[in-house]
């Protein structure tokens, strides 16, 4: 990657003033702009929250009629986005109120000190967001103010849970560049499928031994652009919502396109670990990226702060099962277990015999792996 810095930084100033110059010149102004907030978390003291300003591209929801054509007209619309930078967004919560700026990107991040009261019978709390209008903007300014949710901070969790999505909540095909690109292009969130059992095996781990404490984190190296179809294919699915750690794929100084899958899972994963330092957690990813690797150095770099790491095996290659075994054999004097599991139930059963569940739990896992394992409409059959 060092040798293409150079290259990068060149795309990246180009790319900057191109914008800078659209947007000087009205490019884009016949559309509303929009503030796309991401989900936030709180911890005990801190509200994290971050989002996007955007021109409003027409990308709509997923209904369950849509047709190939419509899935790929608002794949387009997702990835052709038309960003805001420099607007100044205003936070506001318990008559506190903070400004953030957006980047060149659009992106805006919020970092707001709270002194509210963990409610574990609340799961969100909600920030209020609006647009500083600027009158000397080429572009329209003014949107309505919008609450934007935040994971509430909670009373007692016995742990935390982060995963990846990709082949591990999501089925992906990761490893078939062109299955991936197909579901992904001609999918949305009513087509997309889950792998058997993990809305009820998540529901299980954010309940626990109690009743919903426990925080849960989604850290993928899928872009932004994608964040409202993962989220309502979460909800549609009913798997807990819960902050998304995503990327920004395009040109910077230091990156030609598609940034570090290690670095930015490592990053996130490590301030998440920060952000709640008296806080273990479980780790779940799978066999066809570095997710195993990843987690095995996050294991040595912070002991005792993970409780097991389960991995779905989706990798054809023998090798890969030979690597994962190498490294489970590494971490059990850290006393961690990273098992590689063929489904969700496998890890599930695991969770129990460690305590992390109930036995209870498995029922309900198991009856929900049989009922998503029955026939979808194949995506062949939307055109």
Known sequence: MSDN?????????????FDRFRHKIGLYSHKPAIIVPYLGYATRDTIYLSGRVLHDNGVRPAEDNDTLWD????????????????????AGIDGQQVNAT???????????????????TRRMWYVTLDLIPDKTASYPMEVDAIDAPVLAATEHPTFGVISDIDDTVLQTNATDILR??????????????????????????????GDGDNPI???????????????DFFEVRGIPAGPLFLTDWGTKPDQLFIPSH????SRHIQALLDHYPDLPFILIGDSGQRDPEIYADVVKDNPGRVKAIYIRDVSLDNDRADVISTLTQGLVADGVDMVLVPNTY?????AVDADLLPLSALNGI?????????????????M
């Open 262 to 265: 290690d670095d930015h899972k």
């Open 346 to 350: 496998a890890a599930a059963k695991h």
């Open 180 to 209: 991936m690109a197909r579901n992904t292009l001609l999918g949305n969130s009513r087509t997309r499928l889950p792998f058997d059992g993990v809305a009820a095996f998540y529901r299980a781990l954010v309940r626990g031994h």
């Open 71 to 90: 899935n790929l007209v608002n794949m387009y619309r997702r990835f052709e986005t038309d960003e805001i930078p420099g607007a100044v967004v205003t």
């Open 5 to 17: 810095k150079p290259l990068a930084a060149a795309l990246a100033k180009a790319d900057a003033y």
């Open 102 to 120: 957006t980047n060149d990107e659009g992106f805006f991040n919020f970092e707001i000190p709270h002194a509210r009261r963990p409610a574990s």
């Open 217 to 231: 984190f989604y850290v993928s190296s899928s872009p932004f652009n994608l964040y409202d179809l993962l989220s």
């Open 366 to 382: 198991r009856e929900e792996a049989e009922d998503d394992a029955k026939p979808e409409t194949p995506l062949s059959e939307l």
